[in-house]
């Protein structure tokens, strides 16, 4: 809004403001940018420092100094190990691997189908997109009940299905313990796939029309022309639906406590779960920290060498 | 121009602002309070509390919280504190106020607790949260008890079922339910559920002295003792009574299960009243209450408290009339009442209760003098958060089938709790 207004101000006299004005536009974008950047500064890379120095500490209820070296970290490492019976930390790190990856990896499947089937220039497309899309209008938390009441055997899908007819259906895994975090998959899934569908439709219709049909004068099949053309052009695009999956993958925590009804069986655990609960519930704020830290560090060796080799040959 | 419009705009709001927190610090006649009982009969019974401060000229204002439950409002709370701007009083749960306490965040209404004599008239294990040092700074509101069982009439009467007096009774019970047809035991799957049940199984398998030493004192001997294993052992027997879309489901579903009949008896705290009052439910006509089989004499209990914040002189006089008003005989009936609950002082009169709170009222004096009142290591009570939640833990591990045994169960609940400490 700001910028709007300069340049009309310049305008009103704009004779012996000339050199002001130069100066103004000069340091305006650095002066708008400058409380965010402080903002961030202090209250994202700040935050993780103070977490990064939580994690030496034993702070239980409210931060404290005492060092502690490395105990918590030895602790979470013991822990990671601890399979039989799991420990909260083992199963928080096989649900994550398990969810992290369906969800990733079906959201860009089910969102570029759709996408290249949205793109066949079909009739109705105004409708269909929206529908698609609408699923992420919803919270997480709504998505989640949603769900878990659909899923429910006793009043949902297959309490439906018996009353068709088909009485040895079976599908009760939103009450089986170990199947529940495939239920949290589902609906992350159908949440978020319509999102990326729109991503990969808009790098769809970006693409340059002659050289599709430089391609098709050269006699290339439609599956070749995706396969060799179009999906390596989108390549960026899978690099910006990748990383919001990513983060909405570590960072979902309302949608597995939806799902499967506050962890039961200790067995929909989660990462965020873990770090929000010893945190904030059994007051163990040092291990909450340390499980963050160790989560940071995780996402940081998968993202930044891909991101270093992405953005390294776009600038190639 | 208009940049310099938005600049004065912006700088006068930013003094709005700050006079707007002027003129609040200087408001004394206020009660800051920050609390999650915002529906229904709890809104209500919270009421009266309002209306008693309004008479004596005080306001109140919530704390608002994001979130329903008392997990956001613990958040919240915490993070007031720590900026440095605490509610005048927050509604608070077992250790946390020790937690507060210990830290030097909450003030002091001693003077108030010995003028009336508060602590003969509160149980003396409670006095443990209320107090620091012999410092009062909290006041408890109820005090609820886990040790109950709630039964379906009309379902109890159609099998022909009698109160169950121990373990074994229950059990047989339960099976004349399965045999009629019926779910026998209403269970949301959820790990505090599962572990306030075994609460009522552990009291029940060693009685209360082994209870003590095992939850209160951690004697590790007790722990892993074969009392505790059978105690187990009876939870993995229960499991076989609930119905098999148990896991996750929330107390107040299975509740509604046994109001509507279709299940027999649910284990669950006395806010499980609450739920049969809303559907218009009678004690004694369409629902009974029972100690948990093997438990009567006893009760295990966990309280809602009214932490008192360490605040400005200028606003103790208002915390000092919320905590006399929080006391007082008539809001303590009053709001019990509605709650489900009893009250928290032992010189309430019973005659406004149902018969299941009148059975509250006395159980709570019978088992304070026979030191039989004790606290529930589910529920934070016996515990801190971190120990409970080790006990939690285990306990819904082991009631899903991922701790196999009863032998392990002792073991992995010995090695949480020590790595909890």
Known sequence: ?????????????PKPRASLRARFQDGLPKLVLAPSFAIILVFVYGFILWTFFLSFTNSKAFANFNLVGLANYQKLWTWTFESDPPSSWYTALVNMGLFGGLYISLCLVLGLTLAILLDQKIRGEGVLR?????????????????????LDPGIGLEKAVHDWGWTSFKFDWVVNPRMMIYCVAIAGIWASSGFVMALFLAGLRGIDGEILKAAQIDGASGFAMYRRIIIPIMRPVFLSALIILTHLAIKSYDLVLSVTGKNPGGAAELPSTFMYSYTFTRNQM?????????????????????????LREKQR | MKLRTMLLA?????????????????????????????????????NVLKQDLAKEGYTWKDVPVAGGGGEGAMTALKAMVAAGNPPTASQILGYYAVDYAEAGKLGDITELAKKEGWDKVVPTALQKFTTTNGKWDAVPVNIHSVNWVWINKAVMDKIGGTEPKNFDDFVALLDKAKAAGVIPLALGGQPWQEATMFDSVVMSTGGSDFYKKAFVDLDESALKSDTMKKAFDNLAKLRAYTDPNYAGRDWNLATAMVIKGDALVQVMGDWAKGEFKAANKEAGKDFVCYRFPGTDGSVIYNTDMFAMFKVPADRQAAQLALA?????????????VVKGSVPARMDVPDTAFDMCGKKGIADVKAANASGKFVGSMAQNYAQPPAIAGAYHDVVTKFFHGEIKTS???????????NAAK
């Open chain 2, 324 to 336: 006399d008003a929080t006391m007082s005989i008539s809001f303590q009936s009053a709001f019990n």
């Open chain 1, 130 to 150: 929206p529908i698609y899309l609408y699923p992420l209008a919803l919270s997480f938390i709504v998505t989640g009940t949603a769900w878990k009441l659909f």
């Open chain 1, 286 to 310: 040092a291990v909450g920290s340390t499980s963050a830290i160790i989560m940071l560090m995780t996402i940081a060796a998968i993202m930044v060498p891909y991101l270093y080799s992405e």
């Open chain 2, 407 to 417: 032998d392990s169960a002792v073991t992995e609940l010995i090695k949480a709790i």
């Open chain 2, 10 to 46: 912006s700088a006068m709001a930013a003094s709005a602002a700050g006079f707007a927190a002027s003129v609040h610090a200087a408001d004394i006649k206020e009660v800051q309070m920050l609390h999650w009982w915002t529906s229904g009969g709890e809104a209500a019974a919270l």
């Open chain 1, 1 to 13: 809004m700001t910028v709007s207004v300069a340049p009309i101000a310049g305008a009103v006299n």
